[in-house]
């Protein structure tokens, strides 16, 4: 068994409009996903579903009053649109999930075919790109996604430890930094609250914030020993951007301390020999890139015609790199070898 080969990890944010918060099971609305870059917040396609109410409600997911209320208060377009009859660009439970299973599964084997050029042909095998998905709190979108497998009698398509929690490294972040970057006055929203997508995107602009935060800590920790390991950072004064423009200053600084340490890693990672992929190719299979699904251009309100194979998933590049600070340099350079910021999928 070989190492677990990180940089093949499929990243997507999740989030979804759903009809109570009080059951483990709600009806879903709409359905939204970004697949991103961990490192740099790059996103790189999105979905959005609208589904069908009363196709959720005939399969036995449920609502409660008081959420009935605030999405009639909140969202009224989404929840109108739930109540259409099925057709067009609402789908019913079950439709909905499997073309979200067939957006995966295409994320996936854009990743095998990106990790394949980047690694100068050398073949990764798909099985080695594994979901991680991520969400605001484990217990809710994630959860309410296994009953609606569950509901549909579907399997679904990743395992309970590839979940992520995005309240979790907030939480760390906040506990050692004194930063909560989810607070809008730290990062303001950008796009349309409560739409799941927008609600994905600003997900992964303040966690891959709050990621490189906490990298700044925990090396200025490790850095200072003797001032205790649970130590805070002194907390920039003022509030909002100023915490922030701190922050950014520390990694850019921390990060111009570690350059001449990283230059024999970095020599050692762009050297000839590149990491193995863990699984070996078996050699009686011949395995051929272009067999794989691939797909157009990214929309998203999907829609798809009868005889279409593929719903036209995959995307162009959104880059949050303007609005971040620059990624650590101590990241091996053959793990970002891409030539511009902007990659055309497939």
Not at 125 to 138: Q, T
Not at 206 to 231: H, L
Not at 239 to 254: C, H, N, T, Y
């Amino acid at each position: 068994m070989g190492k677990p080969d990180f940089e093949a990890e499929v990243h997507i944010m999740l989030d979804l409009e759903c009809t109570s918060v009080r059951h483990p099971n709600p009806a879903i609305i709409q359905l939204g996903a970004v697949h991103f870059d961990i490192y740099t917040g790059e996103l790189l396609s999105t979905i959005s579903i609208s589904i069908n109410l009363e196709s959720c409600m005939e399969l036995g997911l449920r609502t409660d009053d008081d959420t009935m209320g605030w999405l009639e208060k909140n969202i009224p377009e989404t929840l109108e649109k739930s109540r259409r009859d099925v057709g067009g660009v609402v789908r019913g439970l079950k439709e909905a999930l499997e073309l979200f299973n067939r957006w995966l599964e295409g994320r996936r084997a854009w990743m095998r075919r990106d990790l394949t050029e980047r690694r100068n042909g050398k073949y990764v095998h798909i099985g080695a790109c594994m979901l991680m998905i991520w969400a605001n709190g484990v217990y809710s979108d994630n959860k309410w996604m296994q009953h609606a497998y569950l509901a549909c009698s579907m399997p679904m398509p990743w395992q309970h430890y590839q979940n992520r929690c995005v309240r979790t490294v907030v939480a760390e972040t906040y506990r050692r930094t004194g930063v909560n970057f989810a607070e809008e006055k730290v990062m303001p929203f950008t796009g349309k609250k409560h739409n799941a997508v927008d609600d994905c995107k600003h997900q992964v602009r303040y966690m891959i914030k709050a990621m490189r935060a906490m990298d700044v800590a925990v090396r200025e920790e490790s850095a200072a020993p003797q001032a205790g390991m649970g130590q805070k950072l002194e907390k920039a004064v003022g509030d909002g951007d100023e915490q922030v423009e701190s922050f950014e200053a520390r990694i850019l600084k921390l990060e111009a301390s570690l350059a001449a340490n990283s230059k024999a890693v970095l020599e050692q990672a762009t050297s000839p020999q590149e990491p193995k992929p863990i699984f070996k190719v078996p050699d009686d299979q011949d395995f051929r890139l272009d067999d794989e699904p691939h797909s157009g251009s990214d929309t998203e309100e999907i829609e798809v015609s009868d005889d279409d194979e593929d719903p036209g998933v995959d995307s162009q590049v959104t880059s949050f790199s303007e609005s971040l600070p620059p990624p650590p340099t101590n990241v091996p350079a053959f793990l970002r070898k891409r030539t511009s910021g902007v990659m055309e999928a497939g």
